[in-house]
C-alpha cells in the first residue's frame, strides 16, 4: 500500500528552524507532484508549498514566503520543506501529499481535488 510518512516535527522557538521530511513507499515516488499542507486547530487545511516531479518551479503561499524551501530528492523518495524564522502562526499539523496528475499548477493551492495520498502529519510548534 502506498505510505507517506513524516517526520522532523518538534517544539521551536519563535526564530527557530525546523526540517521536515517525507519518504513515500508503494509508489513511483518520481510520479508525482508532491506537497505540503497544514492545519491548525479549527481552520482549514491550507497548501504551504508543493514541488513538481521533476523539482522545477516550486510554490510557496504567501504566509511563508521567504521563510521555507521545499526540496525533493528522488533517489530516496523523499521530500523536504527547511523552515526558517519559525512564527508561532506557524503552529499546525503539517502533511505530506502527492498528486498523480495535477491539472492546474500550483495544485497545493488551489484545495486539495489533486491530491491521491495523505500522510498522518507531523506537528509542529512554535512557542516560547
Known amino acids: 500500500q502506498v505510505q507517506l510518512v513524516e517526520s522532523g516535527g518538534g517544539l521551536v522557538q519563535p526564530g527557530g528552524s525546523l526540517r521536515l521530511s517525507c519518504t513515500g513507499s508503494?509508489?513511483?515516488?518520481?510520479?508525482?507532484?508532491m506537497a505540503w499542507f497544514r492545519q491548525a486547530p479549527g481552520k482549514e487545511r491550507e497548501g504551504v508549498s508543493c514541488?513538481?516531479?521533476?523539482?522545477?518551479?516550486?510554490y510557496y503561499a504567501n504566509s511563508v514566503k521567504g521563510r521555507i524551501t521545499i526540496s525533493r530528492d528522488n533517489a530516496k523518495n523523499t521530500i523536504y520543506l527547511q523552515m526558517n524564522n519559525l512564527k508561532p502562526e506557524d503552529t499546525a499539523m503539517y502533511y505530506c501529499?502527492?498528486?498523480?496528475?495535477?491539472?492546474?499548477?500550483?495544485?497545493?493551492?488551489?484545495?486539495?481535488?489533486?491530491?491521491?495520498?495523505w500522510g498522518q502529519g507531523t506537528q509542529v510548534t512554535v512557542s516560547s
Open positions: 501529499a502527492a498528486g498523480v496528475s495535477p491539472r492546474r499548477w500550483p495544485f497545493c493551492s488551489l484545495g486539495r481535488e489533486d491530491v491521491n495520498y
Open positions: 508503494g509508489l513511483t515516488f518520481d510520479g508525482y507532484a
Open positions: 514541488i513538481s516531479k521533476s523539482g522545477t518551479t516550486p
